[in-house]
T-cell receptor, first 112, second 115 residues
Framework: KQEVTQIPAALSVPEGENLVLNCSFT??????LQWFRQDPGKGLTSLLL?????REQTSGRLNASLDKSSGRSTLYIAASQPGDSATYLC???????????FGGGTRVLVKP | GAGVSQSPRYKVAKRGQDVALRCDPI?????LFWYQQALGQGPEFLTY????????KSGLPSDRFFAERPEGSVSTLKIQRTQQEDSAVYLC?????????????FGDGTRLSIL
């Protein structure tokens, strides 16, 4: 059974620092990996989707890497802003229907 | 609207009552998913539809949970004889034809509280 772990569970940084969020998974036979953002009381917003054949994806200040062999992904957020404060979730998808298995999330606070 | 719409946003029910949660996916999205999110945790998969066919219901916690999507668009998640442990946020997501290559788009969820 796939298990996804996110460390740390919570992170607080001053504005302007780079954020590094870690995600690990136990079964390397994944089809893709997604990073989501969740604001309080809201649903999930997809940030980046990395296919299993890819090593990384970038969007603006966000960069996510994927190392299937070691079962790890890292989300980098450059020059953090208070608006980046949210919970960040990673999820891995299997081929059949792509149901997602989520980690517990990292709660991020960026202080002005 | 252009996004996934869920209703109601909040539902309070007494233990033992039946509840029905509705999801309107993005127009044209073939795949639809239901997830359950307990407080402070990541979402957990419940069930998956491709059009009207329920292809995977392995995550439904008990036979009190039932989901349908009769015309391949709107979906309803029904919970019978609710129990306190059913209290959670229920999230619906949809994606285009090939869900493995497209991100899932989530609604804001229904927060269910069982008293």
């Amino acid at each position: 059974k796939q298990e996804v772990t996110q460390i740390p569970a919570a992170l607080s940084v001053p504005e302007g620092e780079n954020l590094v969020l870690n995600c690990s998974f136990t079964d390397s036979a994944i089809y893709n990996l997604q990073w989501f953002r969740q604001d309080p009381g809201k649903g999930l917003t997809s940030l980046l989707l990395i296919q299993s054949s890819q090593r990384e994806q970038t969007s603006g200040r966000l960069n996510a890497s994927l190392d299937k062999s070691s079962g790890r992904s890292t989300l980098y957020i450059a020059a953090s802003q208070p608006g980046d404060s949210a919970t960040y979730l990673c999820a891995v998808g299997k081929a059949a229907g792509n149901k997602l298995t989520f980690g517990g999330g990292t709660r991020v606070l960026v202080k002005p | 609207g252009a996004g996934v719409s869920q209703s109601p946003r909040y539902k309070v029910a007494k233990r033992g009552q039946d509840v029905a949660l509705r999801c309107d996916p993005i127009s044209g999205h073939v795949s639809l998913f239901w997830y359950q999110q307990a407080l402070g945790q990541g979402p957990e998969f419940l069930t998956y539809f491709q059009n009207e066919a329920q292809l995977d219901k392995s995550g439904l916690p008990s036979d009190r949970f039932f989901a349908e999507r009769p015309e391949g668009s709107v979906s309803t998640l029904k919970i019978q004889r609710t129990q306190q442990e059913d209290s959670a946020v229920y999230l619906c997501a949809s994606s285009p034809r090939d869900p493995s290559r497209q991100p899932q788009h989530f609604g804001d969820g229904t927060r269910l509280s069982i008293l």
